[in-house]
């Protein structure tokens, strides 16, 4: 967690006409992969003016979109030359005359998507920007606006659910899913965790159970599983899908009547597949879902304001923390972004720039 | 059409408690093929009291629920002996002292689902039973309660629908697609059907352009046609599902942005397959719809009596018709169960049992 004293800041936000920054961004001028076409590039960056803000990038992670929008797979096209990467945690170091809420020394990250983040520096609007307090740790505000906004909002939005009920997801693991544990668990509602077998998958479990998954399984062990047989869990009214083909119809299987699917990632690269009778007879829905199209359609919805509050709360009070990652800094992001191709989908580590020293 | 006149039934009303009724019905005292099990049994009925009302069945419905049931294939289980049949239209020969709705001579479609239909003569109770129109059309009353009702909620649960949108389906000739064609044609809907490639294909476009269908395409002319894409017609909002496998996915393909697909059948018996792309990035949303459900949930609701008014004024003027129909005597039921086992499906043509002679 870093936390710089906002004085220092202060006193150079003063000379901010006399600065001269010089960023040092990750940019790229055609589609490709990242350790091919990213190119570390240093730009001398204007003082920022009117309602233009510049802020000192602390960390950024790199998510599986940025991959994809680098490789021109994703359906966000950027406009080249562009600076990759879209999400960050930053420290405001000057604003221009017309900044009315943003201090030197605040905290932002970003509300706009594609702001191009992977740089040392940059200069934003004060519309595309949210102060978050600066108690909150820098890999959790570097990753709070794709993976736990998405988990929020899985949870919320789709059917209504109160403690004691159920969810089930599969890519338990992942980022988002290590967000649904967490969330489930400050609201108190059952989550069960569907992971592929592996060699340490005790520890995995042993992970995701410390996050406050209430049961953790193999997809070979919910196969035979009697967990919502029993009665010892309601069966699930949700579940949140990022792999499809075979795990997501076995997922499915077990939704209450009226249960809804959301699918979020596609892991396997096979498509969900939806059997007739679940669909008429137990009115099960299958829905999908994109971060990016819920922050563009509710940008100012107060919706939004209420879930980063409540987001940074359970950071700050440490019932929220970060997918696992590593740091790795700025200059090291050919081995960071090849590490982070071999992923193998959502799931694994993340890997988060850190421009913070 | 039948209109039988009010006095001589008035007439037989008074004799009410005198009456001996034998009901000749097809009933069946285990699950197996319809022409196997049914077997056509005699009964006295005794005379209504309280609140239950003597029906004479004027004609009565085979859809593909009324098969699977007999083969116990459908999840809904009669209690054994049971009389086959849901739907009917009937006349009302006398009524229990306590019944203050219904007339004799009144004509009266089922409320509930499971009644025995497949019969001459039954004893219902009021609440079982509506009272519509007999200016209604014999097989348009004796079909309304399920097919029309399917494609009515269809149109109006999933998607706001205005005037000049949208809407497809596949299985267009299915009893709901002529339904479908029918109900867009009143509201001024596009309603785009799509069948599969048969000798008699010109006959078939001809007889749902007759019902209003704005183009109906096969399969194969669908998958190069340019429909959605010279502006000509707004790409759909909805898409009616009762086929499954390629057809569906083909038919999702065709949806906007934020579309929804309904699935109410599974000709094909092959799944919904569902590519994760248009279920993140579209938005598109699949989901399934049982009318025998929403039946049950909305049983006294003011929609179903807003519904069943508006598919009967429709029927009075004309606007909607039966579905293409043979009407057959109760004896042959064996030849018409065999010849509804042949549909394959939901398509061709619908048998009705003639019981109003």
């Known amino acids: 967690m870093l936390r710089k004293t906002l004085p220092s800041w202060t006193s150079q936000a003063r000379l901010c006409r006399q600065m001269s920054v010089v960023a040092k961004s990750l940019k790229y001028t055609e589609h490709g992969e990242p350790q091919d076409v990213l190119k570390l590039v240093e730009d001398k960056l204007a003082d920022p003016k009117d309602k233009q803000v510049l802020v000192k990038i602390l960390a950024a992670p790199i998510n599986p979109a940025d991959i994809n929008t680098i490789q021109g797979k994703y359906p966000v096209k950027p406009k080249f030359p562009a600076i990759a990467g879209n999400e960050f945690v930053g420290e405001v170091v000057c604003v221009g005359d017309q900044v009315k809420g943003l201090q030197p020394g605040a905290h932002v990250v970003p509300l706009a998507s594609g702001l191009g983040t992977w740089t040392t520096h940059a200069v934003y609007t004060e519309d595309q920007l949210l102060a978050i307090s600066s108690k909150v740790g820098l890999a959790e505000a ?40 967490q ?52 069966r699930p009214q949700l579940a949140l899908n990022c792999v499809g083909g075979k795990s997501a119809t076995e997922v499915s299987r077990h939704l209450n009547d009226r249960g809804v699917m959301v699918t979020y990632g596609g892991m396997s690269r096979e498509p969900v597949t939806v059997a007739t009778g ?13 971060m990016t199209r819920w922050s563009k359609e509710n940008y100012s919805a107060p919706e939004r304001k209420q879930m980063f509050q409540e987001l940074c709360q359970l950071m700050e009070q440490e019932k929220f923390v970060a997918p696992t990652h590593e740091m790795v800094p700025l200059e090291k992001f050919k081995e960071a972004a090849a590490a982070a191709l071999n992923f193998k989908g959502f799931t694994g580590k993340k890997f988060i720039l850190d421009m913070s020293c």
């Not at 209504?160 to 997801?169: A, W």
């Not at 406050?212 to 070979?220: K, P």
């Not at 679940?278 to 994109?290: H, M, S, T, Y």
């Open 278 to 290: 679940p669909l008429i007879f137990k009115d099960i829905a299958f829905r999908g879902f994109w």
């Open 183 to 234: 969330l489930c668990r400050a609201w108190g509602i059952n989550s069960v965790g569907i992971v592929r077998n592996r060699p340490e998958i005790s520890e995995l479990k042993q992970l995701l159970q410390g996050l406050g998954a209430t049961a953790v399984l193999t997809e070979e062990e919910m196969r035979t599983s009697d967990l919502f047989k029993t009665g010892k869990l309601k």
């Open 142 to 181: 570097a990753t709070i606006t794709v993976n736990p906004c998405t988990a929020y909002r899985m949870l919320k939005d789709f059917v209504q659910l109160s403690p004691g009920d159920t969810v089930i997801q599969n890519g338990a693991n992942s980022a988002v899913g290590q967000a649904v544990h």
